[in-house]
T-cell receptor, first 112, second 116 residues
Framework: GDSVTQMEGPVTLSEEAFLTINCTYT??????LFWYVQYPGEGLQLLLK?????DKGSNKGFEATYRKETTSFHLEKGSVQVSDSAVYFC???????????FGKGTLLTVNP | DAGVIQSPRHEVTEMGQEVTLRCKPI?????LFWYRQTMMRGLELLIY????????DSGMPEDRFSAKMPNASFSTLKIQPSEPRDSAVYFC??????????????FGPGTRLTVT
């Protein structure tokens, strides 16, 4: 079945540091890939998405590229802010066309 | 445009009581999902509705859980009787589906359920 593996946290960075959160997946066919963010006490918000190989999703300074050859969708940001502190989830929709499969989440803390 | 609306935001109840969680999806979305989030198990899909019809309820833990979607703008998740192990955050999400591809899902703020 479909699965998502993302780097274990927590990740602690200083403001303006470079961020990478690794995500790899297993799925049949051509899944759609997503990053969601969950701020403390809130629901999940869609951060970015990519629906086919080599697509780059981007939003709020975050980027991720759909790499089919390495089955990866790593999240990056060049300069993090304190307000980026949250839990980040990598996810995919595979052959079912509806079921979101999530990674376990990575807690990011950015210190001033 | 309003996002997914859930109520209540917080619910504290005693073991054995009935709990009903409510969800209003985004207008125009034809798919609705109920998820449960716990520290131990992460995010789990409980049930998926498409065009108001339950399509996949394989994630519903047991018969104590039931979900309905009487129309395109309303769904309920009921737990009867509730147990302490049901304590979790329950999310509702909606999306549009069709055309053989998976579309992004939009989540509500969640209902934090505590069963004592």
């Amino acid at each position: 079945g479909d699965s998502v593996t993302q780097m274990e946290g927590p990740v602690t960075l200083s403001e303006e540091a470079f961020l990478t959160i690794n995500c790899t997946y297993t799925a049949t066919g051509y899944p759609s890939l997503f990053w969601y963010v969950q701020y403390p006490g809130e629901g999940l918000q869609l951060l970015l998405k990519a629906t086919k190989a080599d697509d780059k999703g981007s939003n709020k300074g975050f980027e991720a590229t759909y790499r089919k050859e390495t089955t990866s969708f790593h999240l990056e940001k060049g300069s993090v802010q304190v307000s980026d502190s949250a839990v980040y989830f990598c996810a995919l929709i595979g052959g079912s066309n509806y079921k979101l499969t999530f990674g376990k989440g990575t807690l990011l803390t950015v210190n001033p | 445009d309003a996002g997914v609306i859930q109520s209540p935001r917080h619910e504290v109840t005693e073991m054995g009581q009935e709990v009903t969680l409510r969800c209003k999806p985004i207008s125009g979305h034809n798919s609705l999902f109920w998820y449960r989030q716990t520290m131990m198990r992460g995010l789990e899909l409980l049930i998926y509705f498409n065009n108001n019809v339950p399509i996949d309820d394989s994630g519903m833990p047991e018969d104590r859980f039931s979900a309905k979607m009487p129309n395109a703008s309303f769904s309920t998740l009921k737990i009867q009787p509730s147990e302490p192990r049901d304590s979790a955050v329950y999310f509702c999400a909606s999306s549009r589906t069709g055309g053989g591809r998976g579309y992004e899902q939009y989540f509500g703020p969640g209902t934090r359920l505590t069963v004592t």
